[in-house]
Nanobody, 113 residues
Framework: VQLVESGGGLVQPGGSLRLSCAAS????????MRWYRQAPGKERELVAG????????NYADSVKDRFTITRDNAKNTVYLQMNSLNVEDTAVYYC???????WGQGTQVTVSS
């Protein structure tokens, strides 16, 4: 199982980023996927989840209406569109297939002016 996140970077408050997570080594379309994040000195927290078919999603209250999780099962990729970013969104973002207990290496998102 391999999960590779990308798309992080430095963005100003109010800006947007789109994270991607490329999956391999398992039948991606069979698994629910999640994005987590971990800020310095804080515990890892769930950001968003999506069902295997992409029809069901859930979000942390802190990102609801700003972030959108989607997936492309043909490309074995899950995405996180992040809009209206603020400094509290600064963290390392990870994708995971929770039932496989497998994690990517993470991608750093820094929101700063």
């Amino acid at each position: 199982v391999q999960l590779v996140e990308s798309g992080g970077g430095l963005v100003q408050p109010g800006g947007s980023l789109r994270l991607s997570c490329a999956a391999s080594g398992f039948t991606f379309s069979n698994y629910r996927m999640r994005w987590y994040r971990q800020a310095p000195g804080k515990e890892r927290e769930l950001v968003a989840g999506i069902g295997s078919a992409g029809s069901s999603t859930n979000y942390a209250d802190s990102v609801k209406d700003r972030f959108t999780i989607t997936r492309d099962n043909a490309k074995n990729t899950v995405y996180l569109q992040m809009n209206s970013l603020n400094v509290e969104d600064t963290a390392v973002y990870y994708c995971t297939a929770p039932t496989l207990n497998s994690w990517g290496q993470g991608t750093q998102v820094t929101v700063s002016s």
